[in-house]
C-alpha cells in the first residue's frame, strides 16, 4: 500500500506541471505570469493547505533531487560556452558586490541584536552570510564550526524557508520590472514568447514516436552526468558532497556541450525545463503550516532585514557598477538562494543566456561562504568581547 501511494505521488509532482501548461491554454492571465511562477505558486498552495500526507514527503524530495540533477546538464547541454565572456565580468562582479551587501547587513544586525541582548548573534550573522552567499548547503558547515545548538540552527532554516519562499516569488514576479526602474537595461538577448516553448504543444513533442531517439539520447547523456557525479563527489574532500554534486553536474554538461551531437539535440533544453517546472512545484510544496507555526519573531526579524537587505543593498551598488538589472537578478538568487534556483529563474526572465553566469558565480559563492560567514563570526566574537 505505501509503496502504490509514494507511485501515485510520483505521477502527481510529474504531472502537476503538463496540468498547467495545459490550462495555460484557456486563461490569459496565466500565460501572462509563466509556468514558473504558476507551479511555484502551485506548490506554495498545495503545502500550506496540508492536503499532502507526511508519508509522501520521502518520495516529493526524491523528486525534487532527480528532477534538478537531470535539469541542471539538460539544459547545459545547449549552452554556448563562448558567449559567457560577454557576461562573465558583470556576472562576477555582481556576485562580489551581492557578498559584500550581505556581510554589511549580517555585520549591522550582529551590533542590533546585540545591544538587544541576543545571546552570541554571531551565529545568526555567520549562518546568514553562508546562506545568502552559497544556500543551505553552507549551513552545516558553519553550525559544526561555531558549535551552534541544533534549536537555533533549525529554527534558522525553518524561518528563512518562509522569507526564502517569499523572496523567490518577488523576484519571479515584481522584480524585474521593480529594479528595472533604476538599473541598467539588460545586455542579454531575452527569448521571444513566440519562441520560448512555453506551451503544451511544445512540450507534447517529446511524447511523439519520431521523438523518441532525441529524447532517449539527451536522458542517458543526463544521465550518465548525474551518476558520475554522484560517484565522484564524496571522493573530493576540500568541499561538502552536496556542493560537489552541484560542481561536477555543471562541468559534465558544459563539457558535454563541446559535443555536438549532444548540443544540438533540441529535446534536451524541453526536457530539461519541464524537470524545472517540477522542481519549482516540488520545493515550493516542502512549504507546511508547521513552519509558519514555528517562527520566532525575532529570528524572522533577522532573516527578513538579512534577506532582503542585502538585496537592496546589493541593487545599489549594482546601480553605482553599473550593472543590468537581469545580471543583478540572476546572481542575487544565486547567492542567497543557490544555484540549484538559478535555472528556475533564467527561465521566468526567458534569458537562457543567464544560466551559465548564474551557475558559475552561484559556485563561487558556495565556495567562499563557509569561510566567510565563519571568519567573520569569529572577528565580531573577539570584536563584542
Known sequence: MQTMTEILAAVFFLCVPAAILIGMRHVTLAQK???????????LLLGVSGMMPESTDGIRTSVTEASLGLALPLLLFSVDVRAWRHVAGRALLSMGLAVIAVVFVATLLFYLFSSGGVNEPEQLSAMAIGMYTGGIANLGAIKLALAIPDARYLLFATVDTVVGALYLMFVLTLAPRFFGFFLNPSAVQGVDEDTAGDSAESYSELLRKGSIPGVLTALIAAGLCVGGAVVLAPLVTFAGPQIM????LTSFGLLASFIPQIRNNPFAPKIGMYLIYVFSFCVAASMDLAALAEMNLSILGFVVVATFGSLLLHALFCRLAKVDV???????VAAIMSPAFVPMVARSLRKPGLLMSGMTTGIVGFAIGNYL???VALMLASGGN
Open 373 to 375: 560567514g565563519i571568519s
Open 245 to 248: 554534486v552541484i560542481v561536477l
Open 33 to 43: 505570469l509563466g509556468p514558473i511562477v504558476l507551479c511555484y505558486a502551485a506548490g
Open 326 to 332: 537581469d545580471t543583478f537578478l540572476i546572481t542575487s
